[in-house]
């Protein structure tokens, strides 16, 4: 009897086309994935802390995220590490290795941090839009008006463009997104860290202290609450541990996709580590304890304009797309949830087919897809309205997700995974590094809480203005 033939060489072990990606598009990948509004925060969080710990902190955080990530590197597969079941995201790998209980903990997490970033982003973009047009009222006017106005409109006008693209069916799976978004970051940023540079240059000397901003500028309390957001602030920067799996799984074998995946999260760590001292110091030296939340507005009306005028407009078109991969998980996942539980109702299943004028295919209309994802944008919206925060949304944010993305399940599946021996040293030490990462978030929390509460006391809903 003829031996059975091997498999054909473009596909792999799980049956689906070979996978081609190397550590070079896995940094890319990350880097892609790290880089974004979390940047723009950076030189407040080391406003705060001063010259010696907001550095340091920083380095905390990326080693704490290069380690957790190579933890995680361990877990794309279960069993053997080289020919054991693959899992193709973060919740699969939740899913296969810890199972039932702290499976739905861990989806809760997920879902609250991608809802609480689709708000982010419209609080983000909508600062950007209002800059430009105050930064072109301003030299229109000759400098003469001050320009003053609601960020509501810009909200409102920011959820409009949402909800159009929401409709559309996997807007997040479009394969030129990410290039887009790679590019808007990197400009804005790279401005950001220019403009900064020029500031620094222009001010002939380097702003800032070693302990951050000093009493006086803010009260004692405000600036222990502004201190804990600051951690917040950086964690959020640094959070992309929920889509590791997923760009894991675009690497070829052999080598192991674990070995590659922690060469190219060494590189990619550095690489935004670098980038990101670079933008946060540079803020910090540019504006001392006046650094602003959002770096670029920091610069006011700079000349030349038009220059800030890009990068507000490449952070728009960021966040326009990003708002989308950040929501469409989630609408997924609910209008799984609901096709599950009302099989037979035709609001919930039903497709309705729309002829539009120059598309080849018709285009499907859900009555329970187009009125829940609208109502999921106004919603976001409406909470955006009602706290326009930017630098107290992004602690939160980022203090809800590192420890328990970041840190707690990573840990708990590789201690799984490798059985490593319950009060061993490895044991001992991994308990003790998600237990201080655990009183980093508490604290983060707690701060970006506090941040909200004293905003909220100046502040009338509704009627933002800047």
């Known amino acids: ?137 301003f030299h229109e006017s000759g400098g003469k008006n001050p320009c003053h106005m609601s960020s509501n409109p810009y ?51 380097v702003k800032g202290s070693l302990t951050g901003i000093s009493i006086g500028a803010v009260t004692q309390t405000q600036k222990i609450w502004r201190t804990f957001q600051a951690l917040g602030d950086i964690a959020f920067a640094y959070s992309y541990s929920v889509v590791l799996i997923e760009i894991q799984d675009t690497i070829r074998s052999p080598p192991a996709e674990s070995k590659t995946m922690k060469n190219a999260t060494k590189i990619s760590i550095a690489v935004t580590t670098t980038f990101y001292l670079l933008c946060g110091c540079m803020g910090y030296a540019a504006f001392g304890d006046a650094a602003p939340g959002n770096l670029l507005t920091g610069f006011g009306f700079y000349n030349p304009f038009w220059l800030l005028d890009v990068a507000n407009v490449a952070i728009v078109i960021h966040l326009v797309g990003a708002y989308q991969v950040f929501a469409q998980p989630i609408f997924a996942f609910i209008e799984k949830q609901a096709a599950a539980r009302f099989p037979n109702n035709d609001l919930v299943i039903k497709e309705h087919e729309i002829r539009i004028p120059g598309l080849k295919s018709p285009y499907k209309v859900n009555v329970f897809r187009t009125v829940y994802r609208s109502g999921f944008v106004v919603l976001t919206t409406v909470i955006s309205m009602l706290l326009p925060f930017f630098n107290d949304v992004v ?45 980093i978030t508490l604290v983060a929390g707690v701060g970006s809480i506090a941040g909200v509460m004293l905003d909220l006391k100046v502040y009338k809903p509704f009627k933002s203005t800047y």
Not at 64 to 89: A, F
Not at 165 to 193: E, H, N, R
Not at 428 to 434: E, G, P, T
């Open 155 to 205: 909200m409102i006008m920011f959820g409009v463009t949402e909800i159009l693209l929401s409709q559309i069916k996997d807007f997040d799976q479009i394969w030129w997104l990410s290039i887009v978004a790679a590019i808007m970051s990197f400009t804005y940023s790279a401005i950001g860290l220019a403009l900064g540079i020029i500031q620094v240059a222009a001010n002939g000397v």
């Open 395 to 439: 602690g939160i944010l980022g203090a809800l997700g590192f420890w328990p993305l970041t840190v707690y399940f990573p840990v708990e599946m590789y201690i799984k995974q490798r059985k490593v021996e319950r009060w061993s040293m490895k044991w001992v030490c991994l308990q003790m590094l998600s237990a201080g990462c655990l009183m």
């Open 1 to 137: 009897m003829e031996a059975p033939r091997p498999a054909f060489k473009c596909f792999d072990d799980d049956g689906r086309l070979k996978r081609s990606g190397t550590v070079w598009t896995a940094s890319a990948h990350i880097i892609t994935a790290v880089i974004g509004s979390g940047v723009l925060s950076l030189a407040w969080a080391i406003g705060q802390l001063g010259w010696i710990a907001g550095p340091a902190v920083m380095f905390l955080f990326s080693f704490v995220t290069y380690y957790s990530s190579t933890l995680l590197s361990d877990c794309y597969r279960t069993g053997d590490p080289v020919s054991g079941k693959r899992n193709y995201t973060y919740m699969d790998a939740v899913r296969s290795i810890l199972g039932g209980f702290r499976f739905k903990i861990c989806g809760l997490i997920q879902y609250l941090n991608l809802f609480g970033v689709t708000i982010g982003y419209t609080i983000a973009a909508s600062i950007s839009m209002m800059a430009i047009k105050r930064s072109n009222c």
